[in-house]
Nanobody
């Protein structure tokens, strides 16, 4: 079955950095675009980054552009999110997302808290 397992979250001070990982299994990872989403308390889940099959193109909303970088390693079935210059408003649970023919799948999420 499809599994997405996020890791790398934690508590970081404003201006700090974190690198999230998403380990994928149960489908042919290299055949599909992938995305990262986040959801803050009381807010809707929002897209923060997406990446094409071979990683040659990526897309970000204005709120994170220039600070976040999405990447993938198709040989390791893993996707990453490098987050730099973190701000308190980046505090949220971050989710890995795969949208494939059998459905839309989410990981369990990893908490990112940006606070001094």
């Amino acid at each position: 079955q499809v599994q997405l397992v996020e890791s790398g979250g934690g508590l970081v001070q404003p201006g700090g950095s974190l690198r999230l990982s998403c380990a994928a299994s149960g489908f042919t990872f290299r055949n599909y675009p992938m995305s990262w989403y986040r959801q803050a308390p009381g807010k809707e889940r929002e897209l923060v980054a997406s990446i094409s099959i071979f990683g040659q193109t990526s897309d970000y909303p204005p709120s994170v552009k220039g600070r976040f970088t999405i990447s993938r390693d198709n040989a390791e079935n893993t996707m990453y999110l490098q987050m730099n210059n973190l701000k308190p408003e980046d505090t949220a649970v971050y989710y890995c997302n795969a949208n494939i023919p059998t459905g839309r799948y989410w990981g369990q999420g990893t908490q990112v808290t940006v606070s001094s």
